[in-house]
Protein backbone atom coordinates (compact mmCIF):
# COMPACT_ATOMS: atom_id res chain seq x y z
CA UNK A 1 0.00 0.00 0.00
CA UNK A 2 2.77 2.75 0.97
CA UNK A 3 4.71 1.27 -1.73
CA UNK A 4 1.81 2.23 -3.92
CA UNK A 5 1.26 5.55 -2.97
CA UNK A 6 4.74 6.08 -3.70
CA UNK A 7 4.71 4.94 -7.17
CA UNK A 8 1.49 7.51 -7.65
CA UNK A 9 3.25 10.66 -5.92
CA UNK A 10 6.11 9.80 -8.03
CA UNK A 11 3.55 9.68 -10.99
CA UNK A 12 2.29 13.40 -9.93
CA UNK A 13 5.91 15.17 -9.49
CA UNK A 14 6.26 13.89 -13.11
CA UNK A 15 3.18 14.86 -14.28
CA UNK A 16 3.89 18.30 -12.92
CA UNK A 17 7.16 19.07 -13.99
CA UNK A 18 5.71 17.94 -17.56
CA UNK A 19 3.18 20.70 -17.14
CA UNK A 20 5.44 23.26 -16.15
CA UNK A 21 8.07 22.54 -18.71
CA UNK A 22 5.94 22.01 -21.83
CA UNK A 23 2.47 24.08 -20.89
CA UNK A 24 0.54 20.45 -21.47
CA UNK A 25 0.08 16.83 -20.27
CA UNK A 26 0.09 13.79 -23.34
CA UNK A 27 -0.74 10.79 -22.62
CA UNK A 28 -4.07 8.99 -23.05
CA UNK A 29 -6.66 8.85 -19.82
CA UNK A 30 -4.68 12.00 -18.81
CA UNK A 31 -6.36 14.81 -20.59
CA UNK A 32 -9.35 14.44 -22.73
CA UNK A 33 -8.64 15.66 -26.52
CA UNK A 34 -9.02 19.07 -26.38
CA UNK A 35 -10.60 19.46 -22.82
CA UNK A 36 -11.06 20.31 -20.37
CA UNK A 37 -7.06 21.26 -20.03
CA UNK A 38 -7.07 23.59 -23.28
CA UNK A 39 -5.54 21.95 -26.15
CA UNK A 40 -4.98 23.54 -29.63
CA UNK A 41 -7.91 22.53 -31.87
CA UNK A 42 -7.63 21.68 -35.80
CA UNK A 43 -8.76 24.88 -37.55
CA UNK A 44 -10.37 22.90 -40.46
CA UNK A 45 -13.74 23.18 -38.64
CA UNK A 46 -15.23 23.37 -35.45
CA UNK A 47 -14.09 20.11 -33.42
CA UNK A 48 -15.34 18.19 -36.88
CA UNK A 49 -18.64 19.21 -35.80
CA UNK A 50 -21.67 19.16 -38.81
CA UNK A 51 -21.99 22.80 -40.51
CA UNK A 52 -25.23 21.52 -42.07
CA UNK A 53 -28.41 19.68 -41.15
CA UNK A 54 -28.80 16.19 -42.34
CA UNK A 55 -32.15 15.62 -43.92
CA UNK A 56 -35.28 14.96 -41.77
CA UNK A 57 -37.43 13.17 -44.57
CA UNK A 58 -38.45 9.57 -43.38
CA UNK A 59 -38.68 6.56 -45.57
CA UNK A 60 -42.02 7.67 -47.50
CA UNK A 61 -39.94 10.15 -49.42
CA UNK A 62 -37.97 8.03 -51.11
CA UNK A 63 -40.58 5.46 -52.08
CA UNK A 64 -42.54 8.60 -53.09
CA UNK A 65 -39.65 9.79 -55.72
CA UNK A 66 -39.98 5.65 -56.68
CA UNK A 67 -43.74 5.97 -57.19
CA UNK A 68 -43.66 9.38 -58.91
CA UNK A 69 -41.02 8.11 -61.15
CA UNK A 70 -42.98 5.40 -62.21
CA UNK A 71 -46.19 7.34 -62.53
CA UNK A 72 -45.15 10.02 -63.93
CA UNK A 73 -42.82 8.33 -67.11
CA UNK A 74 -45.69 5.85 -67.36
CA UNK A 75 -48.25 8.18 -68.23
CA UNK A 76 -45.29 9.19 -71.39
CA UNK A 77 -45.93 5.71 -72.75
CA UNK A 78 -49.60 5.71 -72.02
CA UNK A 79 -49.74 9.02 -74.72
CA UNK A 80 -46.98 7.00 -76.54
CA UNK A 81 -49.50 3.41 -76.52
CA UNK A 82 -52.34 5.46 -77.40
CA UNK A 83 -50.65 7.59 -80.35
CA UNK A 84 -49.28 4.26 -82.28
CA UNK A 85 -52.85 1.94 -81.40
CA UNK A 86 -52.43 0.03 -78.95
CA UNK A 87 -55.57 0.19 -76.62
CA UNK A 88 -54.44 -2.13 -73.97
CA UNK A 89 -51.43 -0.90 -73.12
CA UNK A 90 -52.96 2.56 -72.94
CA UNK A 91 -55.41 1.28 -70.58
CA UNK A 92 -52.76 -0.72 -68.46
CA UNK A 93 -50.26 2.55 -68.15
CA UNK A 94 -53.25 4.72 -67.41
CA UNK A 95 -53.98 2.48 -64.40
CA UNK A 96 -50.19 2.07 -63.73
CA UNK A 97 -50.16 6.18 -63.92
CA UNK A 98 -53.25 6.36 -61.84
CA UNK A 99 -52.38 4.25 -59.09
CA UNK A 100 -49.23 6.30 -58.43
CA UNK A 101 -51.38 8.97 -57.94
CA UNK A 102 -53.12 7.26 -55.50
CA UNK A 103 -50.81 6.10 -53.27
CA UNK A 104 -48.09 9.31 -53.62
CA UNK A 105 -49.99 11.80 -51.53
CA UNK A 106 -50.66 9.26 -48.55
CA UNK A 107 -46.30 8.97 -48.28
CA UNK A 108 -45.73 13.06 -49.11
CA UNK A 109 -48.52 13.57 -45.98
CA UNK A 110 -46.80 10.61 -43.37
CA UNK A 111 -43.99 12.15 -43.79
CA UNK A 112 -44.97 15.82 -42.52
CA UNK A 113 -44.57 16.60 -39.29
CA UNK A 114 -48.13 17.91 -39.41
CA UNK A 115 -49.98 16.05 -41.24
CA UNK A 116 -53.09 18.09 -41.00
CA UNK A 117 -51.67 20.91 -42.49
CA UNK A 118 -50.74 19.23 -45.71
CA UNK A 119 -53.10 21.54 -47.63
CA UNK A 120 -51.17 24.72 -46.65
CA UNK A 121 -48.55 22.83 -49.66
CA UNK A 122 -51.61 24.26 -51.20
CA UNK A 123 -51.42 28.00 -49.95
CA UNK A 124 -49.05 29.52 -52.41
CA UNK A 125 -47.64 28.91 -55.53
CA UNK A 126 -43.56 29.49 -55.20
CA UNK A 127 -41.50 28.53 -58.50
CA UNK A 128 -38.26 29.03 -56.72
CA UNK A 129 -38.78 25.98 -54.41
CA UNK A 130 -38.99 22.89 -55.53
CA UNK A 131 -41.02 21.65 -53.24
CA UNK A 132 -44.35 23.89 -54.01
CA UNK A 133 -43.67 23.65 -57.84
CA UNK A 134 -43.32 19.65 -57.29
CA UNK A 135 -46.97 19.81 -54.73
CA UNK A 136 -48.87 21.67 -57.49
CA UNK A 137 -47.32 19.08 -60.09
CA UNK A 138 -48.83 16.63 -58.14
CA UNK A 139 -52.21 18.03 -57.99
CA UNK A 140 -52.71 18.85 -61.60
CA UNK A 141 -51.09 15.01 -62.20
CA UNK A 142 -53.17 13.44 -60.31
CA UNK A 143 -56.24 15.40 -61.71
CA UNK A 144 -55.01 14.36 -65.58
CA UNK A 145 -54.79 10.77 -65.48
CA UNK A 146 -57.72 10.53 -62.79
CA UNK A 147 -59.92 12.30 -66.49
CA UNK A 148 -57.72 10.09 -68.71
CA UNK A 149 -58.34 6.54 -66.72
CA UNK A 150 -62.25 7.81 -66.25
CA UNK A 151 -63.11 8.48 -69.79
CA UNK A 152 -61.08 5.59 -71.16
CA UNK A 153 -63.18 3.45 -68.75
CA UNK A 154 -66.24 5.16 -70.16
CA UNK A 155 -65.43 4.45 -73.77
CA UNK A 156 -64.38 0.74 -73.02
CA UNK A 157 -68.18 0.71 -71.18
CA UNK A 158 -69.43 1.92 -74.64
CA UNK A 159 -70.52 5.66 -73.47
CA UNK A 160 -67.59 6.80 -75.63
CA UNK A 161 -68.47 9.80 -78.15
CA UNK A 162 -66.53 12.19 -79.95
CA UNK A 163 -66.61 14.72 -76.71
CA UNK A 164 -65.57 12.10 -74.10
CA UNK A 165 -62.75 11.21 -76.55
CA UNK A 166 -61.39 14.59 -77.36
CA UNK A 167 -61.02 14.55 -73.21
CA UNK A 168 -59.45 12.05 -72.96
CA UNK A 169 -56.79 12.76 -75.52
CA UNK A 170 -56.05 16.53 -73.67
CA UNK A 171 -56.12 14.57 -70.61
CA UNK A 172 -53.57 12.31 -71.73
CA UNK A 173 -51.31 15.01 -72.93
CA UNK A 174 -51.55 16.87 -70.02
CA UNK A 175 -50.72 13.47 -68.02
CA UNK A 176 -47.57 13.37 -70.05
CA UNK A 177 -46.60 17.01 -69.62
CA UNK A 178 -47.29 16.76 -65.83
CA UNK A 179 -45.89 12.77 -65.73
CA UNK A 180 -42.48 14.31 -66.66
CA UNK A 181 -42.44 17.08 -64.22
CA UNK A 182 -43.50 14.62 -61.42
CA UNK A 183 -40.67 12.19 -62.51
CA UNK A 184 -37.65 14.98 -62.40
CA UNK A 185 -38.47 17.50 -59.75
CA UNK A 186 -37.54 15.21 -57.55
CA UNK A 187 -33.96 15.45 -58.54
CA UNK A 188 -34.34 19.05 -58.60
CA UNK A 189 -35.55 19.24 -55.42
CA UNK A 190 -32.76 17.34 -54.06
CA UNK A 191 -29.66 19.35 -56.37
CA UNK A 192 -31.26 22.79 -55.21
CA UNK A 193 -30.21 22.18 -51.12
CA UNK A 194 -26.96 23.10 -49.49
CA UNK A 195 -26.33 19.45 -49.13
CA UNK A 196 -23.11 19.28 -51.11
CA UNK A 197 -23.42 15.97 -52.67
CA UNK A 198 -27.18 16.53 -53.88
CA UNK A 199 -25.72 20.17 -54.77
CA UNK A 200 -22.46 19.05 -56.68
CA UNK A 201 -24.02 16.31 -58.90
CA UNK A 202 -27.85 18.47 -59.53
CA UNK A 203 -26.96 18.32 -63.23
CA UNK A 204 -26.47 14.56 -62.77
CA UNK A 205 -29.43 14.14 -60.61
CA UNK A 206 -32.31 14.26 -63.43
CA UNK A 207 -31.01 11.86 -65.55
CA UNK A 208 -31.02 9.22 -62.38
CA UNK A 209 -34.22 9.54 -61.26
CA UNK A 210 -35.83 9.63 -64.91
CA UNK A 211 -33.67 6.67 -66.31
CA UNK A 212 -34.51 5.06 -62.92
CA UNK A 213 -38.74 5.92 -63.20
CA UNK A 214 -38.74 5.32 -66.69
CA UNK A 215 -36.69 2.28 -66.62
CA UNK A 216 -39.43 0.51 -64.09
CA UNK A 217 -42.51 1.99 -65.50
CA UNK A 218 -41.59 -0.22 -68.49
CA UNK A 219 -41.13 -3.34 -66.13
CA UNK A 220 -43.99 -3.10 -64.15
CA UNK A 221 -46.29 -3.32 -67.66
CA UNK A 222 -44.35 -5.75 -68.35
CA UNK A 223 -44.90 -8.12 -65.03
CA UNK A 224 -48.48 -6.93 -65.61
CA UNK A 225 -48.24 -8.84 -69.46
CA UNK A 226 -47.32 -6.60 -71.85
CA UNK A 227 -43.63 -7.83 -72.80
CA UNK A 228 -43.64 -5.85 -75.68
CA UNK A 229 -40.66 -4.80 -78.10
CA UNK A 230 -41.42 -1.07 -77.25
CA UNK A 231 -40.74 -1.97 -73.08
CA UNK A 232 -37.88 -4.30 -73.93
CA UNK A 233 -36.18 -1.45 -75.99
CA UNK A 234 -36.91 1.24 -73.36
CA UNK A 235 -35.06 -0.89 -70.73
CA UNK A 236 -32.53 -1.49 -72.44
CA UNK A 237 -31.61 1.81 -72.83
CA UNK A 238 -32.72 2.57 -69.35
CA UNK A 239 -30.68 0.25 -68.09
CA UNK A 240 -27.52 1.55 -70.23
CA UNK A 241 -28.38 4.65 -68.91
CA UNK A 242 -28.21 3.21 -65.27
CA UNK A 243 -24.87 1.25 -66.24
CA UNK A 244 -22.56 5.04 -67.38
CA UNK A 245 -24.23 6.95 -64.38
CA UNK A 246 -22.94 4.18 -62.03
CA UNK A 247 -19.36 4.36 -64.00
CA UNK A 248 -19.54 8.22 -63.89
CA UNK A 249 -20.03 7.96 -60.25
CA UNK A 250 -16.82 5.65 -59.71
CA UNK A 251 -14.61 7.42 -62.56
CA UNK A 252 -15.12 11.14 -61.60
CA UNK A 253 -13.52 10.52 -58.03
CA UNK A 254 -14.49 13.67 -56.44
CA UNK A 255 -14.14 14.24 -52.65
CA UNK A 256 -18.11 15.46 -52.58
CA UNK A 257 -19.08 12.04 -53.82
CA UNK A 258 -17.03 9.80 -51.12
CA UNK A 259 -20.85 9.42 -49.76
CA UNK A 260 -21.99 7.30 -52.74
CA UNK A 261 -18.37 5.60 -52.91
CA UNK A 262 -17.23 4.79 -49.77
CA UNK A 263 -18.96 2.80 -46.25
CA UNK A 264 -22.08 1.58 -45.97
CA UNK A 265 -24.06 3.73 -48.29
CA UNK A 266 -21.39 3.46 -50.71
CA UNK A 267 -22.22 -0.10 -51.41
CA UNK A 268 -26.21 0.72 -51.77
CA UNK A 269 -25.39 3.26 -53.96
CA UNK A 270 -23.31 0.52 -55.87
CA UNK A 271 -26.01 -2.57 -55.34
CA UNK A 272 -28.88 -0.33 -56.91
CA UNK A 273 -26.39 1.06 -59.85
CA UNK A 274 -25.43 -2.71 -60.85
CA UNK A 275 -28.92 -4.07 -60.43
CA UNK A 276 -30.37 -1.35 -62.62
CA UNK A 277 -27.41 -1.13 -64.67
CA UNK A 278 -25.12 -3.93 -65.76
CA UNK A 279 -27.51 -6.84 -64.45
CA UNK A 280 -30.62 -5.85 -66.27
CA UNK A 281 -28.96 -5.04 -69.37
CA UNK A 282 -27.14 -8.15 -69.40
CA UNK A 283 -30.36 -9.99 -68.70
CA UNK A 284 -32.29 -8.04 -71.67
CA UNK A 285 -29.29 -8.46 -74.21
CA UNK A 286 -28.10 -11.97 -73.78
CA UNK A 287 -31.54 -13.74 -72.99
CA UNK A 288 -33.99 -11.41 -74.87
CA UNK A 289 -36.35 -14.61 -76.09
CA UNK A 290 -36.27 -16.27 -72.47
CA UNK A 291 -39.31 -15.11 -70.83
CA UNK A 292 -38.25 -15.89 -67.25
CA UNK A 293 -35.20 -13.60 -67.77
CA UNK A 294 -36.85 -10.61 -69.23
CA UNK A 295 -38.82 -10.97 -66.00
CA UNK A 296 -35.73 -11.46 -63.44
CA UNK A 297 -34.50 -8.02 -65.86
CA UNK A 298 -37.77 -6.12 -64.78
CA UNK A 299 -37.58 -7.01 -61.28
CA UNK A 300 -33.58 -6.53 -61.01
CA UNK A 301 -34.27 -3.11 -62.46
CA UNK A 302 -36.93 -2.30 -60.11
CA UNK A 303 -35.20 -3.47 -56.94
CA UNK A 304 -32.15 -1.28 -58.22
CA UNK A 305 -34.00 2.02 -59.15
CA UNK A 306 -35.62 1.97 -55.53
CA UNK A 307 -32.38 1.01 -53.69
CA UNK A 308 -31.17 3.72 -55.84
CA UNK A 309 -33.46 6.29 -54.65
CA UNK A 310 -32.97 5.33 -50.67
CA UNK A 311 -29.10 5.50 -51.34
CA UNK A 312 -29.18 9.22 -52.83
CA UNK A 313 -31.62 10.22 -49.44
CA UNK A 314 -28.63 8.40 -47.51
CA UNK A 315 -25.83 9.91 -48.90
CA UNK A 316 -27.18 13.11 -48.25
CA UNK A 317 -27.32 12.67 -45.04
CA UNK A 318 -23.74 11.44 -44.77
CA UNK A 319 -22.72 14.64 -46.58
CA UNK A 320 -24.78 17.16 -44.22
CA UNK A 321 -22.67 15.74 -41.19
CA UNK A 322 -18.94 15.90 -43.57
CA UNK A 323 -17.80 19.85 -42.90
CA UNK A 324 -14.55 19.29 -45.61
CA UNK A 325 -17.33 18.72 -48.33
CA UNK A 326 -19.23 21.45 -47.77
CA UNK A 327 -15.82 23.80 -47.50
CA UNK A 328 -14.20 22.57 -50.23
CA UNK A 329 -16.56 23.61 -52.78
CA UNK A 330 -16.25 27.18 -51.10
CA UNK A 331 -12.55 27.17 -50.98
CA UNK A 332 -11.11 24.50 -53.32
CA UNK A 333 -7.71 25.87 -52.85
CA UNK A 334 -7.89 24.74 -48.96
CA UNK A 335 -5.67 22.77 -47.18
CA UNK A 336 -8.15 20.26 -46.14
CA UNK A 337 -4.96 17.89 -44.82
CA UNK A 338 -5.65 18.81 -41.12
CA UNK A 339 -9.37 17.47 -41.52
CA UNK A 340 -10.76 14.83 -39.38
CA UNK B 1 -39.17 50.10 -38.76
CA UNK B 2 -35.61 50.18 -38.95
CA UNK B 3 -33.92 47.07 -40.24
CA UNK B 4 -31.92 46.11 -37.51
CA UNK B 5 -29.04 43.44 -37.15
CA UNK B 6 -26.70 41.56 -34.43
CA UNK B 7 -23.19 41.81 -34.09
CA UNK B 8 -21.49 39.39 -32.36
CA UNK B 9 -17.88 39.65 -31.12
CA UNK B 10 -15.73 36.94 -30.42
CA UNK B 11 -12.63 39.36 -28.94
CA UNK B 12 -15.57 40.18 -26.11
CA UNK B 13 -16.91 36.79 -25.75
CA UNK B 14 -16.78 35.60 -22.41
CA UNK B 15 -17.96 32.16 -22.67
CA UNK B 16 -20.82 32.56 -20.30
CA UNK B 17 -23.65 31.49 -21.92
CA UNK B 18 -25.91 33.87 -20.77
CA UNK B 19 -27.06 34.37 -24.47
CA UNK B 20 -28.08 30.55 -24.40
CA UNK B 21 -30.31 30.43 -21.38
CA UNK B 22 -31.68 34.01 -21.94
CA UNK B 23 -32.49 32.69 -25.33
CA UNK B 24 -34.17 29.34 -24.21
CA UNK B 25 -35.97 31.08 -20.97
CA UNK B 26 -37.90 34.26 -22.88
CA UNK B 27 -38.30 31.28 -25.66
CA UNK B 28 -39.78 28.87 -23.78
CA UNK B 29 -37.39 26.74 -25.73
CA UNK B 30 -37.20 23.19 -24.46
CA UNK B 31 -34.33 21.60 -22.58
CA UNK B 32 -31.52 19.55 -24.75
CA UNK B 33 -31.07 16.97 -21.88
CA UNK B 34 -27.53 16.79 -20.37
CA UNK B 35 -24.51 15.52 -22.93
CA UNK B 36 -20.92 15.41 -22.53
CA UNK B 37 -19.55 16.12 -26.02
CA UNK B 38 -15.83 16.45 -24.66
CA UNK B 39 -15.24 19.46 -26.95
CA UNK B 40 -13.85 21.98 -24.33
CA UNK B 41 -16.81 23.57 -22.50
CA UNK B 42 -19.21 23.36 -25.17
CA UNK B 43 -22.16 20.25 -23.97
CA UNK B 44 -24.20 22.85 -26.87
CA UNK B 45 -22.99 21.36 -29.77
CA UNK B 46 -24.77 23.13 -32.75
CA UNK B 47 -27.79 25.05 -33.64
CA UNK B 48 -31.01 23.51 -33.97
CA UNK B 49 -34.14 23.55 -33.03
CA UNK B 50 -34.02 24.09 -29.09
CA UNK B 51 -30.95 26.47 -29.42
CA UNK B 52 -31.28 29.30 -31.20
CA UNK B 53 -28.04 30.77 -29.18
CA UNK B 54 -24.63 28.88 -29.06
CA UNK B 55 -21.66 29.35 -27.65
CA UNK B 56 -18.43 28.07 -29.08
CA UNK B 57 -15.22 27.55 -27.37
CA UNK B 58 -12.61 27.18 -29.61
CA UNK B 59 -8.40 26.87 -28.32
CA UNK B 60 -6.23 27.88 -31.05
CA UNK B 61 -2.18 27.68 -31.18
CA UNK B 62 -1.70 31.09 -32.10
CA UNK B 63 -1.54 34.54 -29.74
CA UNK B 64 -3.98 36.78 -29.00
CA UNK B 65 -2.75 40.07 -30.35
CA UNK B 66 -0.05 41.24 -28.83
CA UNK B 67 -0.09 39.34 -25.78
CA UNK B 68 3.25 37.91 -24.96
CA UNK B 69 3.20 33.84 -24.24
CA UNK B 70 6.63 33.06 -23.09
CA UNK B 71 6.56 30.24 -24.38
CA UNK B 72 6.74 28.24 -27.53
CA UNK B 73 3.52 27.02 -28.19
CA UNK B 74 1.38 29.93 -28.42
CA UNK B 75 -2.39 29.57 -27.26
CA UNK B 76 -5.50 31.38 -27.26
CA UNK B 77 -8.87 30.58 -26.24
CA UNK B 78 -11.64 32.02 -27.95
CA UNK B 79 -15.42 32.09 -27.58
CA UNK B 80 -17.96 33.12 -29.56
CA UNK B 81 -22.25 33.33 -29.91
CA UNK B 82 -23.73 31.81 -32.85
CA UNK B 83 -27.25 32.78 -34.07
CA UNK B 84 -29.36 32.47 -37.40
CA UNK B 85 -27.45 34.50 -39.41
CA UNK B 86 -31.32 35.96 -41.18
CA UNK B 87 -30.05 36.10 -44.74
CA UNK B 88 -30.60 39.03 -46.88
CA UNK B 89 -31.21 36.25 -49.11
CA UNK B 90 -32.51 33.22 -47.24
CA UNK B 91 -32.34 29.45 -48.06
CA UNK B 92 -34.96 28.73 -45.84
CA UNK B 93 -37.47 31.26 -47.09
CA UNK B 94 -37.03 30.73 -50.28
CA UNK B 95 -36.98 27.23 -49.99
CA UNK B 96 -40.23 26.92 -47.80
CA UNK B 97 -43.27 26.14 -49.81
CA UNK B 98 -46.20 26.89 -47.61
CA UNK B 99 -44.55 30.27 -46.72
CA UNK B 100 -44.30 30.06 -43.40
CA UNK B 101 -41.41 31.13 -43.42
CA UNK B 102 -41.22 35.11 -43.79
CA UNK B 103 -39.21 38.22 -43.94
CA UNK B 104 -40.09 40.75 -41.06
CA UNK B 105 -40.72 44.24 -40.97
CA UNK B 106 -37.12 44.46 -39.41
CA UNK B 107 -35.51 42.65 -41.89
CA UNK B 108 -35.25 39.39 -40.02
CA UNK B 109 -36.77 35.81 -41.19
CA UNK B 110 -39.28 34.79 -39.41
CA UNK B 111 -40.82 30.92 -39.09
CA UNK B 112 -44.32 31.77 -38.60
CA UNK B 113 -45.44 28.39 -36.63
CA UNK B 114 -49.25 27.87 -37.13
CA UNK B 115 -48.35 27.87 -41.15
CA UNK B 116 -45.79 25.41 -40.92
CA UNK B 117 -46.31 21.73 -42.24
CA UNK B 118 -43.05 20.29 -41.28
CA UNK B 119 -42.27 19.29 -44.81
CA UNK B 120 -38.21 19.31 -43.78
CA UNK B 121 -37.15 21.48 -47.19
CA UNK B 122 -35.85 24.61 -45.55
CA UNK B 123 -33.50 22.09 -43.10
CA UNK B 124 -31.58 20.87 -46.20
CA UNK B 125 -31.44 24.55 -47.55
CA UNK B 126 -29.91 26.50 -45.29
CA UNK B 127 -26.34 27.11 -46.01
CA UNK B 128 -25.45 27.58 -42.64
CA UNK B 129 -27.14 24.19 -40.37
CA UNK B 130 -29.47 26.83 -38.52
CA UNK B 131 -32.93 25.83 -38.76
CA UNK B 132 -34.46 22.43 -37.50
CA UNK B 133 -37.11 20.52 -37.33
CA UNK B 134 -38.41 19.54 -33.95
CA UNK B 135 -39.81 15.80 -33.80
CA UNK B 136 -42.42 16.11 -31.09
CA UNK B 137 -43.91 19.41 -32.44
CA UNK B 138 -43.51 18.61 -36.72
CA UNK B 139 -42.16 21.93 -37.74
CA UNK B 140 -39.59 23.88 -38.02
CA UNK B 141 -37.75 26.06 -35.53
CA UNK B 142 -35.38 28.44 -35.46
CA UNK B 143 -34.23 32.47 -33.73
CA UNK B 144 -37.28 34.68 -34.25
CA UNK B 145 -34.71 37.50 -33.90
CA UNK B 146 -37.17 38.23 -30.17
CA UNK B 147 -39.39 39.47 -32.86
CA UNK B 148 -41.81 40.02 -30.20
CA UNK B 149 -39.76 41.88 -28.25
CA UNK B 150 -38.60 43.83 -31.32
CA UNK B 151 -42.30 45.24 -31.88
CA UNK B 152 -42.40 46.28 -28.32
CA UNK B 153 -39.03 48.42 -28.93
CA UNK B 154 -36.81 45.88 -26.49
CA UNK B 155 -33.46 44.21 -27.47
CA UNK B 156 -33.73 40.68 -28.50
CA UNK B 157 -33.41 38.49 -24.96
CA UNK B 158 -29.57 37.34 -25.66
CA UNK B 159 -28.50 40.93 -26.37
CA UNK B 160 -29.80 42.37 -23.20
CA UNK B 161 -28.45 39.67 -21.23
CA UNK B 162 -24.64 39.79 -22.84
CA UNK B 163 -22.56 40.66 -19.89
CA UNK B 164 -19.96 42.46 -22.15
CA UNK B 165 -22.00 43.71 -25.15
CA UNK B 166 -20.36 40.98 -26.95
CA UNK B 167 -23.66 40.60 -28.75
CA UNK B 168 -24.60 44.33 -30.12
CA UNK B 169 -27.93 44.62 -31.30
CA UNK B 170 -28.92 47.90 -33.33
CA UNK B 171 -29.56 49.51 -36.44
CA UNK B 172 -27.52 46.99 -39.29
CA UNK B 173 -25.72 50.08 -41.09
CA UNK B 174 -24.99 51.26 -37.91
CA UNK B 175 -23.81 47.72 -36.78
CA UNK B 176 -21.51 47.70 -40.29
CA UNK B 177 -19.86 50.73 -39.45
CA UNK B 178 -19.04 50.04 -35.78
CA UNK B 179 -17.80 46.18 -37.09
CA UNK B 180 -15.07 48.28 -39.67
CA UNK B 181 -14.50 50.77 -36.39
CA UNK B 182 -13.40 47.22 -34.58
CA UNK B 183 -11.66 45.53 -36.93
CA UNK B 184 -9.65 48.35 -37.24
CA UNK B 185 -8.85 48.99 -33.79
CA UNK B 186 -7.87 45.16 -33.27
CA UNK B 187 -5.48 45.23 -36.39
CA UNK B 188 -3.86 48.44 -34.88
CA UNK B 189 -3.52 46.38 -31.44
CA UNK B 190 -1.83 43.50 -33.07
CA UNK B 191 -4.94 41.35 -33.87
CA UNK B 192 -3.95 40.81 -37.52
CA UNK B 193 -6.09 38.27 -38.22
CA UNK B 194 -9.47 39.72 -37.16
CA UNK B 195 -12.17 39.95 -39.62
CA UNK B 196 -15.91 40.49 -39.92
CA UNK B 197 -17.85 37.57 -41.19
CA UNK B 198 -20.84 39.06 -42.76
CA UNK B 199 -20.47 37.28 -46.01
CA UNK B 200 -22.00 39.89 -48.86
CA UNK B 201 -20.11 38.96 -52.23
CA UNK B 202 -21.89 35.84 -51.96
CA UNK B 203 -25.34 34.72 -53.40
CA UNK B 204 -26.31 35.17 -50.08
CA UNK B 205 -26.13 39.06 -50.06
CA UNK B 206 -24.80 39.82 -46.46
CA UNK B 207 -26.36 38.71 -42.89
CA UNK B 208 -28.43 40.27 -40.19
CA UNK B 209 -26.08 38.82 -37.79
CA UNK B 210 -22.91 39.44 -37.91
CA UNK B 211 -19.36 38.70 -36.31
CA UNK B 212 -16.02 39.78 -35.27
CA UNK B 213 -13.70 36.84 -35.59
CA UNK B 214 -10.43 35.99 -35.10
CA UNK B 215 -8.58 33.46 -38.08
CA UNK B 216 -10.65 31.48 -40.16
CA UNK B 217 -14.51 31.65 -40.82
CA UNK B 218 -14.11 27.31 -40.73
CA UNK B 219 -12.62 27.43 -37.64
CA UNK B 220 -16.19 28.67 -36.38
CA UNK B 221 -17.87 26.39 -38.86
CA UNK B 222 -19.33 29.14 -40.86
CA UNK B 223 -18.79 28.19 -44.37
CA UNK B 224 -16.19 30.42 -46.26
CA UNK B 225 -18.12 31.54 -49.22
CA UNK B 226 -21.94 30.17 -48.21
CA UNK B 227 -24.37 30.47 -51.27
CA UNK B 228 -27.91 30.50 -51.35
CA UNK B 229 -29.38 27.07 -53.30
CA UNK B 230 -31.93 28.68 -55.32
CA UNK B 231 -28.58 30.03 -57.32
CA UNK B 232 -28.60 26.28 -58.90
CA UNK B 233 -32.44 26.01 -60.06
CA UNK B 234 -31.51 27.13 -63.80
CA UNK B 235 -29.26 24.41 -64.20
CA UNK B 236 -30.75 21.99 -62.05
CA UNK B 237 -34.20 22.94 -63.70
CA UNK B 238 -31.84 22.47 -67.28
CA UNK B 239 -30.49 19.51 -66.87
CA UNK B 240 -34.02 18.38 -65.86
CA UNK B 241 -35.73 19.71 -69.12
CA UNK B 242 -32.96 17.85 -71.33
CA UNK B 243 -33.62 14.97 -69.36
CA UNK B 244 -37.30 14.33 -69.22
CA UNK B 245 -36.96 15.39 -73.58
CA UNK B 246 -34.74 12.38 -73.81
CA UNK B 247 -37.40 10.01 -72.28
CA UNK B 248 -39.86 11.30 -74.62
CA UNK B 249 -37.80 10.94 -77.36
CA UNK B 250 -36.85 7.16 -75.75
CA UNK B 251 -40.75 6.55 -75.88
CA UNK B 252 -41.10 7.75 -79.42
CA UNK B 253 -38.40 5.38 -81.04
CA UNK B 254 -39.57 2.37 -78.62
CA UNK B 255 -43.10 2.95 -80.41
CA UNK B 256 -42.08 3.65 -84.14
CA UNK B 257 -39.19 1.37 -84.30
Request: charged share 15%.
Amino acid sequence: MAEKTQATEAQLDALREEAARTGKVQGPGIVPVSSPFPQPASASSYNGHPVLKPPTWTWQIPLYFFVGGVAGTSAVIALLAHLTGNAELTRAALWVSFAGALIAPPLLIADLGRPARFLNMLRVFKLQSAMSVGAWTLVAFSSAVGLAVVCRELILAGYGNGFVLLIEWVAEVLGAASGLILASYTAVLLGVTAIPVWSENRTLLPAVFLAGGLGSAAPVLELLGFRLPATHLIGIVASTVETILAITIEVRGRYVDRPLREGTVGWVTRAGGVLAGPVSLLLRIFWAQNSGARQAAALCFIAGALITRYAWIAAGRVSSRDPQALFQIQRPDGDLTASR
Amino acid sequence: MAISAFLTDATVCIGCKACEVACKEWNHIPADGFTFTGNSYDNTGSLGASTWRHVMFLEQPAQLGSQITGTEDPFRWLFLSDVCKHCENAGCLEACPTGAIVRTDVGSVFVQPDVCNGCGYCVVSCPFGVVDKNHEVGTAFKCTFCYDRQREGLKPACAKACPTESIRFGEINDLRERAQLRIQELQQRGYTDARIYDPKESSVGGTHAMFVILGQPEAYNFPPAPEVPTIHLKSAWSAALISAAMVFLVVCLAFVL
